[in-house]
Every structure is written in C-alpha cells, then in structure tokens.
C-alpha cells in the first residue's frame, strides 16, 4: 500500500462525532456529554487494513459503530465510495441504505451479547443472506456450510444454540455472519482477542486470504498490538475520543511520535518469562471523556510535558509525509518503538 | 523466578480427577474429563488451551455454577479459612456453604462481562451488593470502597461511573468493573478467565499489577486463564496446558516456554505473532480443528492435528500423564516406552 493516490480511496471519515448524554449531576446544572469519538477524520483505502488501536474506553467501538451505522452520529460524514462513485453513507435511507448496508459490515466486540440467544447459529450466519435474498434455499445453505467450515466451526453443530458454544466459538460465529454477504468493508472489533492462539492465527490467515481474494477493507480494532502489526498496513491510535497518530506499520512502531504511543508499545508483555520487563507506567489518572484535560488530553500522564501542552491543543498534522500525529513536540522528541 | 511448589508453598485447592459431562441430544458430551491440578497460596497457575477445550467449565466447577444439563464428577477439595478442608464437588448447588464461599473466598472474573451484569441496575448497584453482602452492612463504607476500587481498575470518575448501567460502559470498562467487583472483597483464591482479553496493553499492565499487588499482600492464588502467552510468561508461575477436556502438559513457568515437550504446547508457542517478526510470512497455525468431546474411542486428543503421531498407537490409546522432570508432566506417547516399543516393531 505504498502508492496511495486519491482513487484508492474506498472510506472518508470527516469530522465524525459522537456523543452520549451524562445524567444530570446534583452539582452541575445543565446535562454533561460524553464525547466518545471528538471530529475523527480519516481516510481508509482500498483493500488495506487499517488497524485501530487505543486505551480502553477511548471510543473504538463507538467509532466503528457509527461508521456501520449502528447507531447514529452527532456529526460528520463517511463517504464511501462504492460502484456508483461517493455517497454519504450517514444519509442514505430506504432500500439504497439496505443495498450499501450489506457492503459495510461489523464484527463485534463481545459475541455474547451480539449474538440473539434464541437463534441457532445456523439461522444467525444465514440470517442477512435471507433477509438480503441471496440466493435460493439451497445456495443459502451452501454458503453458511462454506463460511463455517472457512471459519473453523464444525457444521455438524450449526443446529446449536450460542450458549453451548465456547467464547472463542462464538466469536468465529460473529465472524461468518460479517462475511455471509461478501462486504467490501468489515470492522473488525477485536475480532480475534477471544480466540486462543492458534486458532487466531488461523482466523488472522483466514481474514488475509479474504482480503487477497476479494480485496476486502478491514478496520481492524484489537488492543494486541502484535496481531495489530501483523495485520495492518496503516495504524491509527487513539486517545480519549480522538486520533493522535497515524503512519504505516512499520514506521510507527519503529518510530513513533507520540509519547502516548511509545507508552503502549512499552507494555506490550513479551511472551518469555525471562523477559519480565521494565515497561513505562502511565503516571495519573485515565482522563475522562467527560471533561478532559485542557491542551493536550495526554499531557497530565506525559514525561515529556512542557507547559504549551497544558494550555493548547495539538492538531493532527503530517509531520513526517504519511506520517501524522497530534503533539506540540512531535518534531523533537526521539522516541522509543516497539 | 519464583520457584513452584515448594514444602512451604500451602495448597489451597486440589482438584482430583475432575470430570464435568453435558448430557445432550447428540450423547454425552465431555467437556471436562479427569483434571488434576492444584493451586497454591500466594501463587498463579495459568490454564491455557484451545478455544473449547474446558477452560471455563472447569472454573465454573471450582464455584459450582456449571449450567445444566453439566454433571460434576471427581473432587475439588478447598482448605478453609478456619481450617479443614471442603469438597465443593459434593456440596448442593445453591446451599448455604458454596454461596458463602462465592464472592467472598473464591471471586472470579468472568469471560464475557456483558453476560455477568444485569442490565437493569447500575453499575453501583452490582458492585456494592458483593461488597454488602460479604464486607460491611454500611451503605456508606461500601461505595467508598466501591469508589476505591474503581480507582485502582483505572476508571475515571469514579462517582458518576457508579450511578451507570453496563451498557453505557466500554468493553473494556466493563470487564475492569468485574475485576473491582471480584477483588473487592479480598478473595482467597481468584479465578480470572480471559481477564484482560478486552483490555490495551496499558490498562492491562496495570490491573496485572494490581492482581499482583493484591496476591503479595493477601497471598491470594490465581488460577488464570488465558489465551496471550505474554500475560501467562509475566503472571504466572506455573502454567497447565489444556486439551479437549484434559492437561496435556504441566510445567513451572519458564520450562513450558523454554523446554516444551507436548507437541500442542510447541505448536502453540509456534503460533504467537511475535512484534518485528516475519511480517510477510504466513502466521503459523496448527492445522484442523479440535473434535467435539463427543462419544471419542480412547486416543490423545491431538493425534489427527500432531505431524509425529505414532501411527496405531496415538490414535488408539489415550496417552497417560506421567511427571518426565520434577515439576514438568506429559501426556504424550512420544516420550515414553510405548514410542520406542512402537518403533522397533
Ligand atoms: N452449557 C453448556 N452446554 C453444553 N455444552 C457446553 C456448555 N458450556 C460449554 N459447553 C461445551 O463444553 C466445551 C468446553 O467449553 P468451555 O467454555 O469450557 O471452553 P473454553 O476452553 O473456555 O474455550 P474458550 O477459550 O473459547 O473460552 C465446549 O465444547 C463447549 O461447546
Ligand atoms: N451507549 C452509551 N451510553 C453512554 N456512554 C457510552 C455508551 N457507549 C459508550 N459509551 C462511552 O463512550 C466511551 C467510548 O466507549 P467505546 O466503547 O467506544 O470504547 P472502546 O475504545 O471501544 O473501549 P474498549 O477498548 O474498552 O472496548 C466510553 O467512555 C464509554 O463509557
Ligand atoms: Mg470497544
Ligand atoms: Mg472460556
């Protein structure tokens, strides 16, 4: 994904925003927001896979969501450009909503609550074929006996229902739902963080394989960031609702610029117990969605923290070409990657 | 390294020929089938294996909240506070003495968070139930250490987060509220299952570090299960290797990594995206898929997946666990007389 030029661009989000209300506090008079995900922009091309990292709760699954249109958003757009050119996902109703729904889809979280407990996995991956009438009765049932062997759930158990399943099960279950409609995007929500590692690798094969042989585009969300560079050809890290840097792979964890992303790579616990290690711990508390730090949301748990930090808010700009981040010191500081 | 199973190190639970079996339409389906392991005081075993091989069947035995149709067979033996030991195997589901040891003396964080919490009361609610229920009757005692607790997960405020339903939390932030909830009353032995799958690598470290803490001050053991062999390579200090329904191998901490002998064990180590590592191969995955515990002839579990089954001996019996180091057990043909039996004939 080198040579990236305009026309390969299948994804725009622009100034996408997303915001909960907060119960009334008996302190504070008027209602407070939450802003989940704070004007997220960013562009997601064709056939690559985009991996999506950050602190917990710092809006990765709002961000997804709003982007499936699994729930709505308070601002912005997300462009996608199918075979009819642009089209602003968030505004299209009635049957073409239907059509682009199948292109853009999401693979959730946490299997156990997005899975209907009285569906049987069966009718669960054949559901959006049916709905969608994708073919016969018989091509149907072709198809999910294909996806779930491709995902690795024995057919002989289709007939079951999720709670019989184990949570690494239940994810594969997730899996083949997303792919029964031959999408051209698929958020991946921590997709694979369930499953043990062998079988991981197996499913991260399986999502490389897709993506060789029908060019899907992933927004890979998982918070191992090994898996995370195994997979993806660009990064995005966020923090506290927003993005703070972006770059190719192999440029942010050999050279990130931002501290908050040296700090991330640092805790990466290495699979050896003689490495046991020193890693960098975040000093402070996690900042809240709710009223966030002034100047930089990072700079009450920065080391590098000067006193513009505390005042002014760094913009997301390309620092380097390719390579964006949001620090006031992005230009100076030699950071440590992974 | 902390050494394992020393004279001093004092067990807490024994498992002893652990059988946990689901009588359902297809037959019998044998999800836990004949586990020994122990966990001692002060110390963390780490459970791993793959997806469906009776991980957290096994830790629903230890609290006797295995679902129905599941049948308990074998004993779990749990050295009491005020001395003496239990058979929680035998005790009935829902009587007094297992409900007083849940929460209180055996806390457990649960795979999936959303599945735990009920939707309809807030997060408070659920947290200060626990806490009322086994560490003070005071309303007021209990939400400052709810509050505490919420500190020590990483949660930001705390205050307005208590008076939240689950919904509104993240993923992340609902699996660290299970684990404010299980700690919150200092449990002796914890069971933590999948306890960080949701969480970045920052939030993880910390919340590691309290376990660890907490483990230090109180001598609480751990049975950890988990998938990420860096979690296990850090927290543990002896690690169980599980296989359709059995230990496949069991070793202390640095020799699994180090000296693994279960050809599933080295598959598994074989299959962790290492960072900076042959990004433009193909991840290393072991092949095929694992039986359902289904009606199985006796045989190693693994023999269809392994590249050095013994052909009429893998396939036909199943392979004993015996201790081939002190500390380090096999169930495995190829390190035993059988392999070479096999071979010479
Ligand atoms: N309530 C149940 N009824 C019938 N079968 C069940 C039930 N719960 C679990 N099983 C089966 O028991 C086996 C073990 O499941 P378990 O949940 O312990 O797996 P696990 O090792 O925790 O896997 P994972 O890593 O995916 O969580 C699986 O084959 C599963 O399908
Ligand atoms: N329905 C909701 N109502 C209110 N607040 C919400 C809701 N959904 C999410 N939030 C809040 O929005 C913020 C972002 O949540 P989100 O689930 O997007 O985080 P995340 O990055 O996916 O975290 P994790 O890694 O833990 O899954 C959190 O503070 C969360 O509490
Ligand atoms: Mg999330
Ligand atoms: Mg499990």
């Known amino acids: 994904m080198n040579d990236k030029t305009k026309d390969d661009i299948l994804m725009e989000v622009k100034n996408l925003s997303k915001q909960f209300p907060v119960k009334k506090d008996r302190l504070i008079k008027n209602a407070a927001w939450l802003k989940a995900v704070d004007n997220v922009s960013l562009q997601v091309y064709r056939g690559e896979t985009l991996g999506l990292v950050g602190e917990s709760g710092c809006g990765k699954t709002t961000l997804g969501r709003c982007i499936v249109r699994g729930i709505s958003s308070t601002q912005g757009e997300v462009i996608f450009h199918g075979e009819e050119g642009p089209v602003n996902f968030l505004d299209l109703k009635g049957s ?55 995902v690795g759930l024995n057919i002989a158990h289709l007939k079951r229902y999720p709670h019989a399943f184990s949570g690494g099960q239940r994810q594969r279950v997730g899996i083949a739902r997303a792919l029964a409609t ?36 992933y927004i890979f969300v998982a918070h191992d960031l090994s898996v995370v560079e195994y997979i993806s050809d660009r990064v995005a890290v966020m923090y506290v609702g927003q993005v703070t840097e972006l770059a190719d792979t192999g440029e942010l964890f050999s050279r990130p610029l931002h501290p908050y992303t040296e700090a991330l790579m640092s805790a990466v616990p290495k699979p050896d117990p003689r490495m046991r290690m020193e890693r960098i711990v975040l000093e402070g508390e996690v900042p809240s969605p709710i009223d966030p730090p002034s100047g930089c949301y990072f700079h009450p748990r920065c080391p590098y923290r000067k006193p513009i930090c505390e005042t002014d808010k760094p913009e997301l700009r390309e620092v380097e070409q390719d390579h964006f981040c949001a620090c006031h010191r992005a230009e100076e500081l030699t950071l440590k990657g992974a | 390294m902390r050494k394992v199973n020393t004279v001093d190190d004092k067990l807490l639970i024994e498992l002893k020929d652990l059988k946990v079996h689901f009588a359902i339409d ?22 791993v294996g793959e997806s469906g091989c009776g991980k957290s069947v096994t830790s629903q035995a230890l609290l006797r909240i295995v679902p129905p149709p599941g049948r308990i067979e074998g004993s779990i033996l749990f050295q009491k506070s005020e001395g003496g030991t239990e058979d929680l195997a035998a005790l009935p589901m829902d009587g007094q003495t ?60 705390p205050e307005k987060r208590l008076d939240e339903y689950p919904h509104e939390f993240s993923g992340g932030m609902r699996q660290r509220v299970m684990i404010a909830m299980a700690l919150s009353c200092n449990p002796r032995l914890l069971i933590a299952d999948e306890p960080t799958t949701a969480l970045d690598v920052t939030i993880q470290a910390q919340v590691l570090e309290l376990m660890k803490e907490l483990q230090k001050d109180l001598g609480m053991g751990i049975l950890f299960i988990t998938h990420d062999l860096g979690v296990v390579a850090e927290m543990c200090d002896e690690v169980a290797v599980m296989y359709l329904g059995r230990i496949v191998e069991k070793a202390p901490v640095d020799d699994i990594y180090h000296n693994a002998r279960h050809p599933y064990t080295q598959g598994l180590l074989r299959s962790i995206p290492r960072i900076g590592s042959n990004l433009n191969e193909k991840l290393a995955s072991i092949d095929g898929t694992v039986p359902v515990p289904l009606g199985l002839p006796p045989m190693c579990g693994f023999h269809e997946r392994c590249d050095r089954k013994i052909a009429g001996l893998c396939d036909r019996k199943t392979p004993p666990l015996v201790e081939r180091e002190p500390g380090h057990l096999v169930r495995c043909f190829l390190y035993g007389e059988e392999a070479q039996e096999a071979d010479n004939e």
Do not use: W
Request: net charge negative; charged share 30%.
């Open chain 2, 98 to 157: 297992i409900r007083a040891i849940r929460g209180k003396e055996i806390a457990m964080i649960f795979q999936e968070p959303m599945a735990s919490f009920s939707p309809l009361y807030t997060m408070g609610n659920q947290i200060m139930e626990a806490i009322k229920l086994h560490r003070t009757k005071d309303e007021a005692e209990a939400r400052a250490i709810a509050v505490e607790m919420f500190k020590k997960v990483g949660i930001s405020n």
């Open chain 2, 26 to 47: 297809e037959g019998l389906l044998k999800a836990v089938d004949g586990v020994d392991l122990n966990i001692y005081e002060g110390k963390t075993l780490g459970l």
């Open chain 1, 182 to 217: 031959n999408p051209s995007i698929i958020v991946c929500d921590e997709a694979v963080s369930a499953l043990d590692v062998s079988i991981q690798a197996q499913v991260i094969n399986l999502l490389d394989e897709l993506q060789y042989k029908y060019g899907i585009t």
């Open chain 1, 96 to 150: 073409r909503l239907k059509k682009y729904r199948r292109d853009i889809q999401m693979i959730f979280q946490d299997p156990y609550s997005s899975l209907d407990p009285r569906m049987t996995v069966y009718d669960i991956i054949s559901e959006p074929l049916r709905i969608n009438r994708m073919g016969t009765g018989e091509e149907i049932d072709q198809k999910v006996k294909d996806i779930a062997r491709e």
